[in-house]
């Protein structure tokens, strides 16, 4: 199975930095790479599919990079509504692995 | 609206059996491929089953083969996730989800607000 690592696992940052979280896959999946937001009992919600695109609704301060096996979420300028748990989630094949997250909390 | 409701979690034994309802409205299921996710308390997201959208192709994590069962009714326009031998580290949310098209559409566009699953004697 393909695994994915999250860095870093937790993050403290204010509202208007920039805040940039990585996702590393153990073997190439070229740009089949999503990224959700989870509010605390919440359901997640897809901001960035296939690595770059913006999922419809989302605002455009978040982004997507990467392919092959290092993969990157940036928001430009976080906002107090992004205070949250982001992963990746793989959608190269079959089982889907999601990475173990990363909590971005206020500094 | 495009909307998942998930239904059917509760507290169960060890060993006992339970079947999550996801009613769907505002899309035709049977159009998607449909995921189970779930969530342990505290933990991260682990993917449970998926249905394709023909209804021909199913699958299921490690964790569950073998117990667990994926499943739909275009009728009801409703996704069901039968669990039998149930486990303690079988407790956690369950998520259904939708991807973003057909088969082997594995981008989770949609998703319900959960059911809670309690396995404890």
């Known amino acids: 199975d393909i695994q994915m690592t999250q860095s870093p696992s937790s993050l403290s940052a204010s509202v208007g930095d920039r805040v940039t979280i990585t996702c590393r896959a153990s073997?190439?999946?070229?740009?089949?790479l999503n990224w959700y937001q989870q509010r605390p009992g919440k359901a997640p919600k897809l901001l960035i599919h296939?690595?770059?695109g913006l999922q419809s609704g989302v605002p455009s301060r978040f982004s997507g990079s990467g392919s092959g096996t290092d993969f990157t979420l940036t928001i430009s300028s976080l906002q107090p509504e992004d205070f949250a748990t982001y992963y990746c989630?793989?959608?190269?094949?079959?089982?889907?692995?999601f990475g173990g997250g990363t909590k971005v909390e206020v500094k | 609206e495009v909307q998942l409701l998930e239904s059917g979690g509760g507290l169960v034994q060890p060993g006992g059996s339970l079947r999550l309802s996801c009613a769907a409205s505002?899309?035709?299921?049977?159009?998607?491929?449909m995921y189970w996710v779930r969530q342990a308390p505290g933990k991260g997201l682990e993917w449970v089953s998926l249905?394709?959208?023909?209804?021909?192709?199913?699958s299921h994590s490690d964790p569950v083969k073998g117990r667990f069962t994926i499943s739909r009714d275009s009728s009801k326009n409703t996704l069901f996730l039968q669990m039998n031998s149930l486990r303690d580290d079988d407790t956690a949310v369950y998520f259904c989800?939708?991807?973003?098209?057909?088969?082997?559409?594995?981008?989770?566009?949609?998703w319900g607000q959960g059911t809670l699953v309690t396995v404890s004697s």
């Open positions: 989800a939708r991807a973003q098209g057909g088969w082997p559409n594995k981008n989770l566009d949609c």
């Open positions: 505002g899309f035709t299921l049977s159009s998607y491929v």
């Open positions: 249905i394709g959208d023909n209804g021909e192709i199913t």
């Open positions: 073997q190439t999946i070229t740009t089949h």
């Open positions: 296939d690595a770059a």
């Open positions: 989630q793989h959608s190269y094949t079959v089982p889907l692995i």
